[in-house]
């Protein structure tokens, strides 16, 4: 099973994601983490990789697809945070065929809610919300390690985020219209994986 899952900046696509690699056995590709880990490492890439996520762009096509190479197996996997573009996605069928499509809809009001609440452990990399929160605010309840507010959720950022979303990656639910499934996002994680695992079974 080879899946995409999709969604607006805050619809919980990761923690989503993580949760069905587990349930079905599949290999988790982050673009989010790859990137991160590029950032981390100080290369060349990376340094430009940071520079336009500090400014709510999207990485180019080419860096993207240069990292993904590396880690897309042939079969069961859920990919999370590519393809963002119909360019991208043209790539993607180079690469690999999808069977399944997962769109978390969520709504503006909740996406600002949540990433303005939203922070990240610096050592594991663990993210809460405001649904679950750490038990210390400033402490991560897995490694000990400090919790930070991310430098790209402020209000300005997202919005600006949420609006190349619209105008890039919207265009997408056409593109894989046959493999679509549509979910409601703006509940609680737990429902919304509910109807998530219903949808793949």
């Known amino acids: 099973m080879r ?3 999709f969604g607006p900046p805050g619809a919980g ?17 982050s673009t989010g983490d790859m990137i991160r880990n590029e950032i981390s490492s100080k290369s060349s890439l990376g340094t430009q990789m940071n520079k336009l996520i500090s400014q709510g762009n999207l990485i180019p096509d080419n860096m993207i697809t240069t990292i993904l ?17 119909i360019p991208q996605a043209e790539i993607l069928t180079t690469l690999t065929k999808i069977d399944k499509v997962l769109f978390l809809d969520v709504t503006n009001k909740e996406i600002i809610d949540r990433l303005t609440q ?12 405001k649904d679950w929160p750490p038990k210390n605010p400033k402490v991560c309840d897995t490694c000990k390690g400090e919790i ?23 265009p997408l639910f056409n593109y894989y219209k046959k493999e679509l499934i549509k979910i409601n996002g703006n509940r609680k994680i737990e429902f919304v994986l509910k109807d998530v695992k219903n949808s793949l079974k």
């Open 3 to 5: 899946i995409l899952i």
């Open 13 to 29: 696509k990761g923690t989503i994601a993580k949760a069905i690699s587990l349930e079905f056995k599949l290999a988790h590709l």
């Open 148 to 170: 930070i507010h991310r430098s790209d959720d402020n209000e300005e950022v997202i919005l600006h985020r949420i609006k190349v979303y619209q105008e890039q990656t919207t």
């Open 69 to 85: 190479k590396k880690y897309l197996p042939k079969d069961n996997f859920i990919l999370d945070g590519y393809p963002r573009t």
């Open 118 to 129: 939203r922070t990240q452990c610096t050592k594991c990399g663990k993210i809460y919300g």
